[in-house]
């Protein structure tokens, strides 16, 4: 069921759908999530039951401010509340110390809990209806099936799920990649997903360095080696490589797309996008380029290797994880 998300009545509608603990899909500016509210557990396990994702990979609580977060927080720390306040509402979520015997489910029982606060105007209004009727944080992953591509349309959510689930539509998700994760619950500061946002950036608001993730890290998706991937098989190939395997594929090219910056495959049978220059640009339609060159039936996607600076960072591991599957 699709609901129009500039709909004030709509919004309404999907905000009384959380606060009776059903599931609402919603646009962010990063991708589309799939809300329940954070407070109910039974809620929350039809989230994971809806995506087939394991029990034990604790989800995003969203909330409409940074007062909003505070029911959910132990304590948040200088370090969370920097990043808060720089960057809410935004695609930045921080991890911090989970207050007891709250968002139980969402946090698979972790003591720490993923709080963000989304710009999307669609979800800023959708939490905040959803706030006035009690509901206090709305736990969202991404609003796609365990291990794909996640969604940046309401389409996308639609090829996911059965025609039950109420959709609000809020067009195509600006930023096009998932939020950055910062986890402020370890006394130094660590990136645990990169996102859009520039690093240099978070470290200016933190005034210190961000720390690399070490890999005795609880493991949850989005921090999985292989995810985000389509049903085709992704390469990643460095330039050179790429324009000698498009020159070896002669017209033998049948279910093999090509997704490159610099490599044009001279005319023939080879599917090609063209990937943007521009980092935020590719972010912007990465997983979309992903899902209609699964549907154009793909068999290999052979992308090329994004430039190796910071404001390519989110895109490259993205495309890493895709083809890790
Ligand atoms: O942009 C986004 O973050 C989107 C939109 C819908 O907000 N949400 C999203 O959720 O990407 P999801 O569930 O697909 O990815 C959430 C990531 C996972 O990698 C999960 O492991 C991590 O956040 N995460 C959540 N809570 C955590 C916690 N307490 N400690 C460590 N990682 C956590
Ligand atoms: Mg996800």
């Known amino acids: 069921m699709r609901l129009e998300g500039t709909d004030s009545s709509t919004v309404e509608q999907a905000a009384r759908l959380l606060a009776a603990g059903e599931l609402v899909a919603f646009p962010t500016e990063t991708v589309y999530g799939l809300g329940a509210r954070a407070d109910d557990d039974t809620a929350v396990a039809r989230v994971f039951a809806a995506k087939g994702r394991p029990a034990d990979h604790p989800l995003i609580v969203h909330v409409c401010d940074a007062a909003a977060a505070a029911p959910f927080v132990g304590a948040p720390g200088p370090m969370a509340e920097r990043l808060m306040a720089r960057f809410w509402p935004g695609p930045l979520t921080v991890i911090v110390p989970r207050a ?19 710009s999307h105007p669609v979800a800023a209004a959708l939490l905040r209806a ?16 365990f291990g794909r591509v996640s969604p940046t349309t309401a389409s996308h959510v639609e090829a996911e ?13 600006p930023v096009g990649i998932e939020s950055t994760i910062v986890d402020c619950s370890r006394g130094r500061p660590v990136l645990l997903r990169p996102g859009t946002l520039a690093s240099r950036d978070i470290e200016a608001a933190l005034g ?58 001279a005319g023939r049978t080879i599917t090609h996008r063209t990937m943007p220059d521009n980092a935020r640009a590719a972010a912007f339609e990465l997983f979309a380029v992903l899902r209609e060159l699964d549907a154009l039936g793909a068999k290999l996607i052979w992308v ?19 083809a890790a599957a």
């Open 100 to 118: 007891p015997g709250i968002a139980t489910a969402a946090a698979s029982g972790h003591p720490t809990i993923g709080l963000r606060c989304p």
């Open 130 to 145: 959803a706030a006035a009727l009690g509901v206090p944080g709305v736990a969202a992953p991404s609003a796609n099936r």
């Open 161 to 173: 799920f059965d025609a039950s689930l109420a959709v609000l539509d809020g067009g195509a998700c």
């Open 208 to 265: 210190e360095p961000l720390q690399a993730r070490d890999d005795d890290a609880p493991q949850a998706p989005g921090t999985l080696a292989a995810h985000y991937a389509p049903n085709a098989r992704v390469r990643l190939m460095a330039t050179p490589m790429l324009r000698d395997a498009v020159a070896l594929l002669g017209g033998n090219a049948e279910g093999v797309a090509v997704y490159s910056r610099t490599v044009r495959p």
């Open 304 to 322: 090329e290797q994004p430039p190796d600076t910071p404001e390519w960072d989110g895109v490259r591991d993205r495309l890493q994880r895709a």
